[in-house]
């Protein structure tokens, strides 16, 4: 029965470890892209919106090309806060237990909010870049949407448990 009880343990520490080197792991790529010079950014984000622009229109403009670029920066942003959400939510749901999980998601709240703001408030800082409240609040959505799929997906799994037995 000891056996089984540190084998529990052990294997927590291990889910744990691996949840926040994970966590780690992506806020550092969200540092990376986020503070790359401007002419590098924008210059990937232009190819890849000239090659899907030039494969919905015929002859694609500069401004289809440009509103190309929009959407697939607002979705960048977006996306990436997603993932940063959904994998802190899940982050602090494996760390606190019981009641605390709730201030375990609060906490993850805080600190997307915190990542979402401070990334786009260290761009203007870097050449060729610049700070953007829209962007900060597609960030925090992102990341919103990311706690709620996970708060939302722990309920059903659980409802799921329960009705499996």
């Given at each position: 029965?000891?056996?089984?009880?540190?084998?529990?343990?052990?294997?927590?520490?291990?889910?744990?470890?691996?949840?926040?080197?994970?966590?780690?792991?992506?806020?550092?790529?969200?540092?990376?892209?986020?503070?790359?010079?401007?002419?590098?950014?924008?210059?990937v984000?232009?190819?890849?919106?000239?090659?899907?622009?030039?494969?919905?229109?015929?002859?694609?403009?500069?401004?289809?090309?440009?509103?190309?670029?929009?959407?697939?920066?607002?979705g960048?942003?977006?996306a990436?806060?997603?993932?940063?959400?959904?994998?802190?939510?899940f982050?602090?749901?494996?760390?606190?237990?019981?009641?605390?999980?709730?201030?375990?998601?609060l906490?993850?709240?805080?600190?997307?909010?915190?990542?979402?703001?401070?990334?786009?408030?260290?761009?203007?800082?870097?050449?060729?870049?610049?700070?953007?409240?829209?962007?900060?609040?597609?960030?925090?959505?992102?990341?919103?949407?990311?706690?709620?799929?996970?708060?939302?997906?722990?309920?059903?799994?659980?409802?799921?448990?329960?009705?499996?037995?």
């Open positions: 029965m000891k056996h089984g009880k540190h084998t529990k343990l052990w294997l927590e520490f291990v889910v744990i470890a691996a949840s926040v080197a994970a966590l780690m792991l992506l806020v550092y790529f969200v540092m990376r892209v986020s503070f790359q010079r401007g002419e590098v950014s924008s210059g984000t232009m190819r890849i919106a000239g090659q899907i622009a030039a494969g919905v229109f015929d002859n694609p403009t500069d401004e289809q090309i440009e509103a190309v670029s929009l959407m697939i920066r607002y960048a942003h977006f990436l806060f997603f993932v940063v959400g959904s994998v802190t939510a982050v602090s749901m494996v760390i606190c237990r019981q009641y605390f999980r709730i201030v375990g998601i906490m993850s709240g805080a600190v997307c909010y915190m990542l979402a703001y401070y990334t786009e408030y260290y761009k203007q800082f870097v050449e060729g870049r610049h700070f953007q409240m829209s962007d900060v609040r597609l960030n925090w959505y992102g990341s919103l949407a990311g706690i709620i799929c996970m708060v939302v997906s722990y309920f059903l799994n659980r409802l799921l448990v329960k009705l499996s037995s």
